[in-house]
């Protein structure tokens, strides 16, 4: 067993864990914050993406104990008490989601992305390596969501809510 | 997964030392290919040693005009830097076509470079795979072998090579820099993964206990003109059928500089010195082109499953040329 100190969503948790246990079996069977969903468990599907000090991370290939002190993000912190987090109700407004199983990973992955997009991180399908201010196309979209499978199909309407939250957030 | 005992080393002296001393340890830095090995039961060590907290997580510029990558720069930080933009896109992306973000967040720049296989006859424990265990024999050889090597094969083993950065790294002549107890070494690229022959669980020229410590990219006067190009099922998050490193420096329509790799159709990240060869000197022509991708593949052996590869490779090759002739770099 090692004590491990996570702080997840703000609080501070101290577990007893043996060291194989991953992020996201401490997340969701020690501290009961099953919004973080387990897919592929292999780092394949996305659904246990979550975010580490603001950075996206598949919570499944991550042993707990490696992200004692970082600062964990949850589907639970992010949506708050409210009426949820603006992008989860974009989610909703343009049909992101049918089975809901993978919401969680795309809303976490989909947060990470645009920190990364704001940040001037290209992609795959960026053209100019160097290029300042750049766009943020459905095709910039689709490949920087690429680590997130959804079975049912919603990628239609994942795509829609995030360049909608995207385009919202850049009003502000 | 199996249970393992864990240490988190402050230090490379540390780390080196908790890994030589136990035969059954192994170092642990992203966790995106080890953990998922673990919990199949492909990698099974008693010790766990954690060398993510070990401060070599920087790309500095070097007084030769070089980049030295520290092992523990995550993917996605490699990619973004300004250093490997500008001067070496190629590996940029590289880099961006492997993976997902999510894994390049995590994925180590020495994780990468020793990441295993995905053949899945490795992966699958009831197959017969002389990689997992030496001497089992190769379903892959008789069995589903689309995704596998046509270059540097042996009747041992077929597995491809799965790394993208590293197709970059050898376009590059990069060198790898390695700490053990017993000091400290630079082993090139070129030699540092091994072909299977006889023995495909030896993947690389590394001893068990020697830590990755940082890449050096040494200055290229070519590089900065470079691109990858990654074939693959998807559009996405797949691993290549064939992928192409290219750096082309062109004078008076004649090559007069050339580096090329080739990914998804070797048993090792594969610098394509044929191709270069035929390259260098002859006039900057679609021709010359496909004529040195010939070369290339000449001694590419394919079975039914990938023989496609071998006329999709000498196709990406020239054209990757043909679009940094035409365009130039992404950078």
Known sequence: MVEVRLRVNGAEASLDLPPQVSLLDALRERLG???????CDQGACGACTVLADGERINSCLALAVQYA??????????????PGHPLQRAFVRNDG?????????????????????????????????????????????RERMSGNLCRCGAYNGIVDAIREFAAAEAER | MRPFAYLSAPDVATAVRAVADDPGAKFLGGGTNLVDLMRTGIERPDTVVDITSLPLAEVEERPDGGVRIGALVRNGRLAAHPLIRARYPVLSQAVLAGASAQLRNMATVGGNLLQRTRCPYFYDRTAACNKREPGSGCDAIGGFNRSHAVLGVSGSCIAAHPSDMCVALAALDAVVEVESVRGVRR??????????????????????????????????????NSRYRKVRDRASYAFALVSVAAALEVRDG?????ALALGGVATTPWRAREAERALLGAPATEESFRRAAEAELAPATGLPGNTFKIELARRAVTATLRRLLTEGSPA
């Open chain 1, 33 to 39: 914050l099953t919004g973080t969903k387990k897919g």
């Open chain 1, 69 to 82: 002190g970082r600062e964990i993000t949850t589907i639970e912190g992010i949506a708050g008490d409210g």
């Open chain 1, 97 to 141: 989601l049918q089975c809901g199983y993978c919401t969680s990973g795309q809303i976490c992955s989909a947060l990470g992305m645009l920190a990364e997009h704001g940040a001037g991180m290209p992609s795959a399908v960026t053209e100019h390596l160097c290029a300042d201010g750049l766009e943020l196309s459905d095709e910039e979209i």
């Open chain 2, 187 to 224: 082993v090139p690229l070129a030699s540092f993964h091994r072909p299977p022959g006889d023995t495909p669980h030896v993947e690389t020229d590394l001893s068990p206990d020697e830590l990755v410590t940082a890449v050096e990219l040494p200055p290229s006067p070519i590089a900065a």
């Open chain 2, 254 to 258: 004649a090559v007069t500089g050339v």
